[in-house]
């Protein structure tokens, strides 16, 4: 479960956040529990709110923090790194897939909140699934 999550909104937050506490993990610093509001409350209002869940080599525990995108990608070592859910990054990723293949392109969004996307065709998207949110034509 290490990784970057992008948690936009309150429900995306609390999900992340349970998931990863019954995983193990726990928060860094003083308040343990932080909620989604108190979290958004301590950066700016354009940002992305990002959770971080790593494992703390030093400490020997499973951890938790929250930061923004621009905070994250500041750092050398995480410059690489492709945060998941990020409606723009998937959006590019979709639209370079398309020009390659020569196929348009729809962008999902699941049940959950999150992104994906798929070669648009008849059934491509199962309404079980989630529901089209774009389409990206060559």
Not at 56 to 69: L, Y
Request: net charge positive.
């Amino acid at each position: 479960m290490d990784g970057f999550y992008i948690v936009n909104t309150e429900k995306f937050f609390n999900t992340i956040t349970k998931d990863l506490k019954s995983s193990g993990y726990e928060w860094i610093g003083v308040n343990k529990n932080p909620t989604f509001l108190e979290c958004k409350k301590q950066i700016h209002g354009n940002a992305k709110l990002i959770i971080h869940a790593f494992y703390n080599d030093i400490t020997g525990k499973n951890e938790i923090q929250f930061g923004t995108k621009r905070i994250y990608r500041s750092y050398q070592q995480f410059k690489r790194i492709k945060y998941i859910n990020d409606l723009t990054e998937i959006r590019n990723n979709a639209k370079s897939v398309a020009k390659r293949d020569g196929y348009n392109q729809v962008i999902i969004e699941d049940k959950d909140g999150y992104y994906s996307f798929s070669r648009k065709y008849d059934g491509c998207c199962p309404l079980w699934y989630g529901r089209i949110i774009e389409e990206i034509t060559i």
